[in-house]
């Protein structure tokens, strides 16, 4: 198999994010993420630019590389122009690439990502039709959330939208012209083969851990997935 260093290098993500870091720290001081989850991103700039392929398979298997919030605070403040931020996501991408996502409990999260949001993109046009989203999966929203959710084409006829219907207004439904592009910006930037991978990867992972892994967004898997948490992501202070 091709080295892995030589995979991200092929990310023109990562040839932009990784000049040559001099190990300073300046991007986990500006870093939010690692004020609070176990994350240094000057130590996986470090790492990567290492070339250590050992270190780097584990890393991409790690949970490290999902802390990230992609906030790109660290490109504002690396006095070498690193950007952490585009080396994070060469990483994650390679990783859902060849499957390693599935080994962390951040990892697995993909599959849910890649079925809530991304196929809503790339059904709808939207990231996200807040139609649907239940009390089940969104408590904090409250009772008057519920109600809209039972309500849902009243409210929004009410509010002068046009919600999925043709025509200009609030939420309607994206052209087919609009649709088609979408799919081809899919298409040629490997978004539907990382599709298959993530899905495939995850009925791997699903089989290994005795879960069920269904074509219904949430299913044992997805379920667990989205609710698992070991305690051991955020940092304690001693």
């Known amino acids: 198999m091709e080295k892995l260093y030589d995979q991200l290098l092929e990310d023109v993500r990562f040839r932009e994010g990784l000049a040559a870091c001099i190990n300073c720290g300046t991007c986990t001081a500006i870093c939010p993420a690692a004020e609070f989850y176990i994350y240094d991103p000057r130590k996986i700039t470090n790492l990567v630019q290492s070339k250590n392929e050992t270190e780097i398979e584990a890393l991409l298997k790690s949970e490290t590389i999902w802390y990230c919030g992609e906030c790109m605070s660290c490109k504002t403040r690396c006095p070498r122009g690193n950007t952490p931020g585009l080396i994070i996501m060469a990483l994650r991408a390679l990783s859902q690439k060849l499957g390693y996502f599935t080994h ?74 609009a649709m088609d592009e979408i799919h081809e910006i899919f298409k040629v930037t490997g978004g539907d083969a990382l599709f298959e991978s993530i899905e495939k990867h995850s009925a791997i992972k699903a089989q290994e851990m005795g879960q069920t892994l269904s074509d219904d967004t949430w299913c044992d898997y997805t379920l667990n997935a989205y609710t698992a948490n070991n305690d051991m992501h955020t940092r304690t202070d001693d």
């Open 104 to 177: 962390s409990e951040k990892g697995r999260q993909q599959l849910v990502l890649k079925r809530v949001i991304g196929e809503s993109i790339y059904n709808t046009g939207y990231c996200l039709l807040m139609k649907g989203a239940s009390l089940d999966f969104h408590p904090e929203q409250g009772p008057i959330w519920g109600w809209e959710q039972q309500n849902w084409d009243d409210v929004f006829d009410r509010l002068g939208a046009n919600f999925q219907k043709e025509g200009p207004g609030i939420l309607r439904k994206i052209p087919k012209e």
